[in-house]
């Protein structure tokens, strides 16, 4: 089933699917560390690139230290791919859903109206379009991106600290192209014996 499922589907590049399980690798393993939620599943075996497919637990998930963690966890891809790649892709930008843009939207709303902003914090403000808000108030960007280079640095440090797992995760990622949940577990666990061909 699985080969009739791809059959009409070009294979991916080598360089290109690589990249895509290192990314996806560095997505799961920041999930995982920081403790955000259960992992269901990744797959690098999508005609536009990678999935995660993570849950997010509701304890705790209205404080800050949470949301700090979630933006880093959307960095991780970003950062994962500096680490072993040394260089990033357009994978993590791009459109109104990609990683990017959705932790600069989650920034932006700690800023402004999520009650932790360093300006006013007090003030509830809607910003229904981030893009008008940020170039309209470069010290707003500013405050926003130093958020996300924070949270990088996190994901960065995550990661280094679990190199060894991000490397065994993306070599079995890269070879079975899809991965559940249970067994993604087991090798942030050390728990697995998954074969590599």
């Given at each position: ?13 080598h360089d290109m699917r690589w990249r ?54 959307l960095l991780a891809g970003r950062a ?118």
């Amino acid at each position: 089933l699985e080969d009739a499922v791809r059959m009409n589907r070009p294979e991916l590049p080598h360089d290109m699917r690589w990249r895509f399980a290192v990314h996806e690798a560095g997505h799961a393993i920041v999930h995982h560390v920081l403790k955000l939620g259960p992992i269901h599943g990744i797959t690098i075996d999508m005609p536009d690139g990678g999935y995660s497919l993570l849950a997010f637990q509701r304890s705790g998930s209205d404080t800050l230290s949470y949301r700090k963690d979630l933006l880093a966890m959307l960095l991780a891809g970003r950062a994962a791919e500096q680490i072993v790649l040394c260089s990033v892709s357009v994978g993590s930008a791009g459109s109104d859903d990609s990683d990017l843009a959705r932790a600069t939207r989650l920034a932006l709303a700690l800023e402004r109206s999520l009650g932790f902003g360093a300006v006013q914090p007090l003030l509830y403000r809607d910003d229904k379009d981030p893009t008008l808000v940020l170039d309209a108030h470069p010290d707003l960007a500013a405050r926003v991106h130093a958020r996300l280079d924070k949270a990088l640095a996190k994901a960065t440090d995550v990661l280094n600290g679990n190199r060894d797992k991000l490397d065994r995760l993306t070599a079995v990622l890269f070879e079975q192209q899809a991965l559940d949940g249970e067994t993604v577990i087991d090798i942030l666990d050390d728990r697995t014996s998954v074969a590599i061909r």
